[in-house]
């Protein structure tokens, strides 16, 4: 597809919920996350150059790459850090790219947490940001996770704040209401990009 719709919204705002609803309209849902796994699974050139790079301690005995044993090994490393970046960042990238070209709908969704942060925005004609206050994007995280608010707090941190993505947005939706008000939303959204794509 040609029109490409960005979905962003800090931890925890509903950005999966949302995304879930244009799915049931048809739409491609192209998902930065899933993508960063996909690019590191058996068999991918990428798994290759990483156990080449830091090691094979990073991969767990049946082959698959070791997460946590990863993090570990870049946690208190900024250049290795680094490293993993800019091993990681074109190769995702790459295939964000194929999978948004292939897509067959009207117009497709990016979704990425780090849309902005990661400059995958230049990709998108619109830009739909999921908001709530941070308050609520803290409760619902720390129930969904069972992690603790500093846990919470420190991805936030890393992550731009909810000021700054809403004044790169081109659309807006309201997620503090109940979530069974958002279809609603969503559908009107659509109809607005359904439009938009056919021009
Ligand atoms: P992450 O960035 O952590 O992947 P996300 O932005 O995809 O999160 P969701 O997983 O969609 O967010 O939503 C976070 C949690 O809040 C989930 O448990 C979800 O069920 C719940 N939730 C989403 N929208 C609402 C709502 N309007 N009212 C109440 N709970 C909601």
Avoid at 11 to 17: L, R
Avoid at 99 to 117: C, G, K, T
Avoid at 140 to 153: K, N, S
Wanted: negative net charge; charged residues 25%; contains cysteine.
């Amino acid at each position: 597809a040609q029109f490409v719709v960005g979905l962003t919204g800090g931890i925890g705002s509903g950005k999966t919920t949302v995304s879930d609803l244009f799915a049931t309209r048809q739409i491609v849902v192209v998902d930065a996350d899933l993508v960063a796994r996909e690019v590191v699974e058996p068999g991918e050139p990428l798994l290759d150059t990483l156990a080449d790079t830091f090691g094979t301690d990073i991969l767990h005995p049946n082959g698959r790459l070791n997460r946590a044993a990863l993090r570990q090994l870049v946690f208190s490393d900024s250049s290795k850090k680094e490293q993993l970046n800019q091993l990681m960042h074109p190769a995702i990238r790459a295939r964000l790219l194929s999978q948004l070209e292939e897509a067959r709908s009207p117009y497709v969704i990016l979704s990425a947490p780090l849309l902005f942060e990661n400059q995958l925005d230049t990709y998108c004609l619109r830009t739909l940001v999921v908001d709530v206050p941070e308050s609520v994007q803290i409760e619902r995280t720390m129930q969904r996770d069972d992690v603790d608010l500093a846990q919470v707090q420190a991805i936030m941190q890393a992550q731009w704040s909810r000021q700054q993505r809403l004044d790169k947005a081109t659309e807006v939706i309201d997620n503090s209401l109940p979530i069974d008000t958002l279809d609603a939303r969503v559908e009107a959204l659509h109809q607005f990009y359904l439009q938009l794509s056919e021009q």
